[in-house]
């Protein structure tokens, strides 16, 4: 189903290191799936060779925010960025960025980010609930369901094992969303400005608009 060349990483990242993130390198047509914990810990697994890697976490801030403390004079300025109102557009259900968990995991994201990008990968933020719900599959509170969806992409690799976690099938989602933007089958949702989301559209064998340089600019 991919080129044969593409080597991305889609995580699903936790907003502590106590956390299970769950992490899917995809190569070809073949996913490796595990389970990690700690940002060095990513950092190695993510392979020489890797163009995208597709984070599950948000990775800007809304405009007119510096951070997300409450003591500083920027609180209460922004609570929702542009691509978080376009979800909310699409009926799709997320949590707002200064949610009190959402804080945290903000902060990993935006460092990951910054590391990754350091190291010559393409780093963009995509949400696997969003692109499972345009997928028409369900998420991960439902795992068995979502595993048997996954099937159609025609992926192997160990995540097929009885074993593999919700995490790492939300990892896997956000490597499929990485592949299919290599392939120019996806969509860029906010303001360049100030951060965006990549996402699929609803059917992969559908010929789609390019979004590639939509997050270049």
Not at 72 to 85: I, Q, T, V, W
């Amino acid at each position: 189903m991919y080129s044969p060349s593409s080597k991305v990483v889609g995580i699903d990242l936790a907003g502590s290191e106590k956390r299970a993130t769950g992490f899917c390198l995809l190569e070809r047509n073949q996913a490796r799936v595990l389970v990690l914990h700690t940002d060095e810990e990513i950092l190695r697994a993510v392979h020489e060779g890797v163009r995208v890697a597709a984070i599950d976490a948000p990775l800007s801030l809304p405009r007119g925010r510096c951070c997300l403390r409450d003591d500083c004079s920027c609180a209460g300025k922004a609570h929702f960025r542009a691509c978080d109102l376009e979800l909310r557009r699409m009926g799709i259900k997320f949590f707002p960025i200064t949610l009190g968990p959402m804080r945290q995991l903000t902060d990993r994201g935006i460092r990951l980010k910054d590391r990754l990008a350091g190291r010559g990968i393409e780093v963009f933020e995509t949400y696997p609930g969003a692109a499972q719900d345009i997928w028409r599959i369900p998420r991960q509170k439902n795992p068995e369901g979502l595993k048997q969806a996954l099937r159609r992409f025609k992926v192997g690799g160990n995540w097929h094992t009885p074993q593999v976690t919700k995490d790492e099938l939300d990892a896997l989602t956000c490597a499929l969303v990485a592949a299919e933007y290599l392939r120019g089958k996806t969509r860029a949702i906010g303001d360049p400005e100030e951060g965006l989301m990549v996402l699929p559209y609803g059917d992969s064998r559908f010929k789609v608009r390019d979004s590639r340089e939509e997050t270049k600019e």
